[in-house]
T-cell receptor
Framework: AQSVTQLGSHVSVSEGALVLLRCNYS??????LFWYVQYPNQGLQLLLK??????LVKGINGFEAKFEKSEPSFHLTNPSAHMSDAAEYFC????????????FGTGTSLTVIP | EAGVTQFPSHSVIEKGQTVTLRCDPI?????LYWYRRVMGKEIKFLLH????????ESGMPNNRFLAERTGGTYSTLKVQPAELEDSGVYFC???????????????FGEGSRLTVL
């Protein structure tokens, strides 16, 4: 079975500061991991994904995430927050044996303070 | 290229009434998914179509929910009769043929917010 835990439903950072959004997951099969972002009044869009290969994956707008099998986790970071990064972020996991299902976390709302 | 579109964006109904949500996927996307997010909780899978066939409907809460995808194009999700706990945001997503949801990207609509009073 798969499940996703996002720690912190709300995160506030100052503009230019480091962004860290936490995601822990459980999976009975090798996972595929995703971060989706939902900007106000828009649908969710893919930010980045890990399927195989390098454990550090880079996404759009300076975001990156590292797959840590030992924890297991897939935390999302950005070294410098911009006002335009204010959005809700969802971590998701899926796996081959889970069919085509994605399992999402509860989401983290990011506020960037000028 | 048009994205995934959902209608209505917001619906307010009374308990016991019927609501039908519609999703138009990206043209050529055989895979169509419905998800639901109850306020403050995770986005939960409801069901998955491949063309007009239901591939997986294990997430459908109960028989008050009926999803269809006639002709393999747009899909509807009907809730009849609606209950208070059905309130939430219903997301539709699509993906191209031949790419499973496990490794591919899902393209989401903006969601339909349902409020049951």
């Amino acid at each position: 079975a798969q499940s996703v835990t996002q720690l912190g439903s709300h995160v506030s950072v100052s503009e230019g500061a480091l962004v860290l959004l936490r995601c822990n997951y459980s999976s009975s099969v090798p996972p595929y991991l995703f971060w989706y972002v939902q900007y106000p009044n828009q649908g969710l869009q893919l930010l980045l994904k890990y399927t195989t290969g390098a454990t550090l994956v880079k996404g759009i707008n300076g975001f990156e995430a590292k797959f840590e099998k030992s924890e297991p986790s897939f935390h999302l970071t950005n070294p410098s927050a911009h006002m335009s990064d204010a959005a809700e972020y969802f971590c998701a996991v899926s796996g081959i044996r889970a069919g085509n299902q994605f399992y999402f976390g509860t989401g983290t709302s990011l506020t960037v303070i000028p | 290229e048009a994205g995934v579109t959902q209608f209505p964006s917001h619906s307010v109904i009374e308990k016991g009434q019927t609501v039908t949500l519609r999703c138009d996927p990206i043209s050529g996307h055989d895979n169509l998914y419905w998800y639901r997010r109850v306020m403050g909780k995770e986005i939960k899978f409801l069901l998955h179509f491949v063309k007009e066939s239901k591939q997986d409907e294990s997430g459908m809460p109960n028989n008050r929910f009926l999803a269809e995808r006639t002709g393999g194009t747009y899909s509807t999700l009907k809730v009849q009769p609606a209950e208070l706990e059905d309130s939430g945001v219903y997301f539709c997503a699509s993906s191209p043929p031949g790419i499973t949801g496990a490794t591919g990207e899902l393209f989401f609509g903006e969601g339909s917010r349902l409020t049951v009073l």
